[in-house]
């Protein structure tokens, strides 16, 4: 039963990585999708961090 378990999730993973990799209509993978991609999100997270902590600060300060 171990042997079966692990030659299907084997096949998952392969299967995957090989949906993953292939190449669609304009030439580019999903994973090459994802890299070219992923600075503009790293820089839209931090944009979105630094706008709750400051909407985090103006809630916590003291009004004197």
């Not at 190449?23 to 706008?51: C, M, R, V």
């Not at 400051?54 to 009004?63: E, F, L, M, N």
């Amino acid at each position: 039963m171990g042997l079966l378990r692990f030659i299907l999730v084997g096949a998952a993973v392969g299967y995957g990585i090989n949906y993953i990799t292939k190449k669609n209509e304009n030439g580019t993978s999903i994973a090459e999708d994802i890299i070219d991609k992923a600075p503009g999100w790293f820089d839209d997270a931090k944009k979105f961090a630094e706008q709750t902590v400051d909407q985090v600060r103006q809630t916590v300060q003291p009004k004197a």
